[in-house]
């Protein structure tokens, strides 16, 4: 029996549990591998543990008495209880759902391709991805990490990161051509798109080029998938991440209106709480990452 006084044995409880739906000890014995006469002991010394009769016999079937069926109703709950925080305590170290805080651009277009590899290396792991364009606080948010982009100074968390970024303004050959945008002074003075996230990203081009931006008004769009569209329908300039627009590139259906230094001081990182310990799947997932991460050697120069 349990030290407990007031916590009597599980198995037991189990039995008692099956019981009334099975009906008979050979039924619990069955679906518990057990034999009947253990079955029946268990009952017997539940019954004297807490001194009060729990099955009565009618026919070829044992009943639960009344107390028995009210005692068993708070039981379960009990129940309940340890089988969630089992299922938890085991999803935590051999598998479950892993949080990420995603940007959709970044997320959809370098991390997505890349995301079957890892679930074919631990299918018990489970991806769920959620929109976040600016920092939030991991203590208030049920996020396991987030995809960050500027410098590493998000604050209380570690940072690996993944990927610096290398930008390109583009446009159609069209717009190119009826503009005669053969220059840098020429595009000073063209339709350029901005960033609502990012509102210095032109004057910081062109300060990189040693020029200066002529006028700073434009349409601003709140995501670059919005602003693809844009700059392929014609509508204009854009300073794009060269990651986003390699197919548009290779194509022909936008080209590089001048060739520039686009390195960006800022970079992409995966980061993660540092005052949570880091979970085995969060370790998993980022090592893995770590191997997928971009050389900055390979950028353009």
């Given at each position: 029996m349990s030290r407990d006084l007031?916590?009597?044995?599980?198995?037991?409880?189990?039995?008692?549990d099956l019981l009334e739906s099975l009906g008979t000890a050979s039924a619990v014995a069955s679906e518990l591998g057990q034999t009947q006469g253990a079955i029946s002991r268990q009952i017997k010394s539940l019954e004297e543990y807490l001194n009060v009769p729990l099955v009565r016999r009618e026919k070829q079937r044992l009943l639960l008495t009344r107390e028995a069926r009210v005692y068993l109703e708070d039981v379960r709950k009990g129940m309940s209880l340890i089988r969630s925080a089992t299922s938890k305590l085991r999803s935590d170290h051999m598998g479950g759902t892993l949080t990420l805080a995603i940007l959709p651009a970044f997320g959809m277009r370098w991390l997505m391709p890349k995301l079957s590899e890892f679930s074919a290396r631990h299918p018990d792991i489970t991806l769920n991805m959620l929109t976040r364009l600016r920092p939030f606080d991991f203590n208030e948010d049920p996020i396991d990490a987030a995809l960050h982009f500027g410098a590493p100074d998000w604050p209380n968390v570690d940072a690996l990161k993944l990927m610096q970024e290398y930008c390109v303004p583009v446009a159609t050959p069209e717009f190119i051509k009826h503009n005669n945008l053969t220059s840098i002074t020429a595009l000073a003075q063209a339709?350029?798109?901005?960033?609502?996230?990012?509102?210095?990203?032109?004057?910081?081009w062109f300060t990189k080029q040693g020029s200066?931006?002529?006028?700073?008004?434009?349409p601003v769009f709140d995501q670059f998938s919005t602003m693809i569209q844009a700059v392929l329908h014609g509508q204009g300039v854009a300073l794009l991440p060269r990651y986003l627009i390699?197919?548009?590139?290779?194509?022909?259906?936008?080209?590089?209106?001048?060739q520039a230094d686009g390195r960006n001081d800022k970079a992409y990182f995966l980061v993660w709480a540092k005052d949570h310990e880091i979970s085995p799947k969060l370790r998993l997932f980022r090592d893995w990452l770590a191997t997928r991460a971009e050389d900055e050697d390979a950028l353009p120069r």
């Open positions: 007031n916590l009597p044995p599980f198995g037991a409880l189990r039995a008692l339709p350029l798109m901005h960033m609502e996230t990012r509102p210095t990203a032109w004057s910081d200066q931006l002529a006028k700073t008004s434009g390699e197919q548009d590139l290779a194509s022909g259906k936008l080209v590089q209106v001048v």
